[in-house]
C-alpha cells in the first residue's frame, strides 16, 4: 500500500536543517515498536508481488468461493492503491466471475467499487458526485453487514483523500463496529481492510501511537489471511509520521530499512523515499551522507517537483558538507526549474534560507 499520503509530504515546511532529533513527546517504547515493525517487514519480506499480473492469476486450483475472494482481494487492492494493476479492469474481473457464480453478494460488492471510482473520478464540484455518494452511501444501510461495512470502508478512504478526516475517522469507526465478534473468514477480511484505513488515517491525523496499533493488526491479519501486505507502504508511512514529529534519527532509521527492502527485492527506489531520508540526513547533520542519495535520485527522477525538492536538499546537503561553489550550483538550477515549469516555491522558501546561512557560515569560518 504505497498510500498516497505521501506524496503530499514533499511540501511540508522545513525544521531546522542542522537541527538534531528533539524531545517529539514520543516515547522509547513508540521508537521501538516502529523499529520492530519496520524490521519484521523487512525480515519476512512483506510487499506487495512485484510480479503480480493478470496473465500470472492461477485459478485452476481454487475453488469457485476462492476465486471470487483473491479477485475481490486483487480489486480492493487496486482501488486503494496497495497494487498498480488497472483499477477498472480490477473490478471488471471480479464482477465478471461474481456474475458467472450468480454471487448476489459480490455483485453489490463490486458494484460498490465502480461507485468508488465513479466518485474518485468525477469533478468535485459537479451534480453528479452527490448523486454517486448518495448511492454509495445507501449501502451503508444493507442488510448484509459486510456489504454495509465495506460501503462505510471505501467512504471513509474517499473522506479521507479530501481530508475530511473526522468524518473519515467516524466511518471508518463504523465500518468496524458492524464486524461480527464471530470470527469467520469475511469477518477477518473485514477488520483488515478497515484497520488498513484507520492506519492510513492516523497516519493523516500525525497520530503514531494508533497508527502503529492499527498497522500491526494489519500486519496480523493480513499474514492470516495470506494477503500480499504492502510492507512498502507502511515503513513509509511510520517515516512520514516520525519526521512529521521531528525525530529526525527514527525516520532516518525508518527510511534507510525501506530503501534496503527495496533494493533487496530489486525494485527501484522512489525519488520520495530518497528525498525523505535525504532530508532525515540534513536534519541530523549527516550532510556527507546525505549528498549521494539526492544526487542518484534527481539523475533518475522525472517528476519536476520533486525535482524541485530533491535540488533544495542537494543544496543543503552541499552547503553543509563544505561545497560551497557546488552548492550556489544547486541552488541555480533550483531556481531555474522552478521558472521553467513556473512552479510555487513559496513552501520550500525556509529550504532555501537554510542553504544560503550554511553557504554563508562556511564563507566565515
Known amino acids: 500500500m504505497l498510500w498516497p499520503v505521501l506524496v503530499f509530504a514533499v511540501f511540508f515546511p522545513a525544521h531546522n536543517a542542522y537541527a ?12 521501538a515498536t516502529a523499529l520492530e515493525l519496520a524490521q519484521l517487514i523487512y525480515d519476512q519480506n512483506l510487499i506487495i508481488d512485484p510480479e503480480l499480473s493478470y496473465a500470472n492469476l492461477k485459478f485452476y486450483n481454487r475453488s469457485p468461493e476462492e476465486r471470487l475472494t483473491v479477485l475481490r482481494f486483487i480489486a ?8 498498480t494493476l488497472d483499477q477498472s479492469k480490477s473490478v471488471e474481473l471480479y464482477e465478471s466471475e461474481a456474475e458467472k457464480q450468480n454471487s448476489k453478494l459480490d455483485l453489490q460488492i463490486a458494484d460498490i467499487y465502480r461507485l468508488y471510482l465513479d466518485i474518485v473520478n468525477e469533478d468535485q464540484q459537479s451534480e453528479n458526485l452527490t448523486l454517486l455518494i448518495n448511492r454509495l452511501e445507501d449501502y451503508e444501510n444493507n442488510s448484509d453487514w459486510f456489504i454495509a461495512s465495506r460501503a462505510y470502508m471505501l ?6 483523500t479530501h481530508r475530511k478526516l473526522g468524518t473519515a475517522l467516524n466511518l471508518a469507526n463504523t465500518a468496524l463496529s458492524l464486524i461480527p465478534t464471530e470470527i469467520t473468514n469475511k469477518a477477518k477480511e473485514a477488520s483488515y481492510e478497515t484497520n488498513d484505513i484507520i492506519a492510513y488515517l492516523n497516519t493523516l491525523m500525525n497520530n503514531p501511537k494508533l497508527m502503529m496499533k492499527a498497522t500491526k493488526l494489519v500486519i496480523t491479519q493480513g499474514q492470516d489471511l495470506n494477503r500480499s501486505i504492502d510492507g512498502v507502504g507502511h515503513i513509509g508511512n511510520l517515516a512520514f509520521v516520525f519526521k512529521t514529529w521531528r525525530d529526525y534519527q527514527t525516520a532516518a532509521e525508518l527510511t534507510k530499512t525501506l530503501i534496503d527492502l527495496t533494493e533487496k527485492n530489486n525494485l527501484p527506489v522512489t525519488g520520495l523515499t530518497s528525498l525523505r531520508y535525504g532530508q532525515s540526513l540534513n536534519n541530523l547533520g549527516l550532510f556527507s551522507e546525505a549528498v549521494p542519495y539526492l544526487q542518484k535520485a534527481l539523475a533518475q527522477e522525472k517528476n519536476t517537483r520533486l525535482q524541485l525538492n530533491l535540488e533544495i536538499q542537494l543544496a543543503i546537503a552541499l552547503a ?30 525556509k529550504y ?14
Open 155 to 160: 467512504n471513509a478512504q474517499y473522506h479521507g
Open 320 to 349: 553543509g558538507n563544505g561545497h560551497e561553489r557546488e552548492a550556489r550550483k544547486s541552488l541555480i538550477r533550483f531556481e531555474q526549474l522552478a521558472k521553467k515549469h513556473q512552479l510555487n516555491t513559496a513552501g520550500l522558501t
Open 20 to 31: 538534531q532529533t528533539v524531545n517529539s513527546g514520543l516515547s522509547e517504547e513508540d521508537r
Open 352 to 365: 532555501r534560507l537554510q542553504a544560503e546561512a550554511l553557504i554563508a557560515v562556511k564563507q566565515k569560518n
Open 76 to 83: 480492493m487492492d487496486s482501488l486503494i492503491l496497495r497494487n
